[in-house]
């Protein structure tokens, strides 16, 4: 079992509507959560941290954690077609002196006009 | 303020060469990075740098090393290339604090036939 898992899609939608991303972890010691967004030929760029449990709203994207499931959810609302890209969802535990990340594979997501 | 940046971005080698890449980190950050991405396994820590002292190392072979140098940059060399080696590697760069956010460079494209 990979310590990360996610769906990799791929993922169609139409404009404007709510899009739920989702990943489930297994290492109970991961503190750290972020989603990345990665375009085509780009480096991945990040979206949203959180620390620990809880909800965390940006604009039109909102992070969700769960540790008691192990489970970590991005919502997109009112999607754009810019909102096309892979996914990815990240983690790490609170250990100091290292910041290396366990990934998801990614879920590729398409918004049609 | 300039992101990170990474050379070359594309490079085709053939089985048993070796390759060399490189990042600059964005300005004042001393911690680098790097991962490698393919479709398959998705993004995988390599290792990470601090100071010019290696802090943390994936689970890869001996054929991939690195090392940072005085200002920050860094370099990673893959030996004796093989097949499966082909993949895009990414640069992070951190610049310190508790959410240990990582700025990605757009990757090296490495095509090994």
């Known amino acids: 079992q990979k310590e990360v898992e996610q769906d990799p899609g791929p993922l169609s939608v139409p404009e404007g509507a709510i899009v739920s991303l989702n990943c489930t972890y297994s290492?109970?010691?991961?503190?750290?959560f972020m989603w990345y967004r990665q375009y085509s030929r780009k480096g991945p760029e990040l979206l949203m941290y959180?620390?620990?449990?809880g909800n965390k709203e940006d604009g039109r994207f909102t992070a969700q954690v769960d540790k008691s499931s192990k489970y970590i959810s991005l919502f997109i609302r009112d999607s754009q077609p810019s909102d096309s890209a892979t996914y990815l969802c990240?983690?790490?535990?609170?250990?100091?002196?290292?910041?290396?990340?366990?990934f998801g594979k990614g879920t590729k997501l398409s918004v049609i006009p | 303020k300039a992101g990170v940046t990474q050379t070359p971005r594309y490079l085709i080698k053939t089985r048993g060469q070796q390759v060399t890449l490189s990042c600059s980190p964005i300005?004042?950050?001393?911690?680098v990075s790097w991962y490698q991405q393919t479709p398959g396994q998705g993004l995988q820590f390599l290792f990470e740098?601090?100071?010019?002292?290696?802090?943390n190392k994936g689970n890869f072979p001996g054929r991939f090393s690195g090392r940072q140098f005085s200002n920050s940059r860094s370099e990673m060399n893959v030996s004796t290339l093989e097949l499966g080696d082909s993949a895009l590697y990414l640069c992070?760069?951190?610049?310190?604090?508790?959410?240990?956010?990582?700025?990605f460079g757009e990757g090296s494209r490495l095509t090994v036939l």
């Open positions: 992070a760069s951190q610049g310190g604090g508790a959410s240990g956010e990582l700025f």
């Open positions: 990240a983690m790490r535990g609170s250990g100091a002196g290292s910041y290396q990340l366990t």
């Open positions: 300005s004042g950050h001393r911690s």
């Open positions: 740098y601090f100071s010019e002292t290696q802090r």
């Open positions: 290492n109970s010691a991961f503190q750290y």
């Open positions: 959180t620390y620990s449990s």
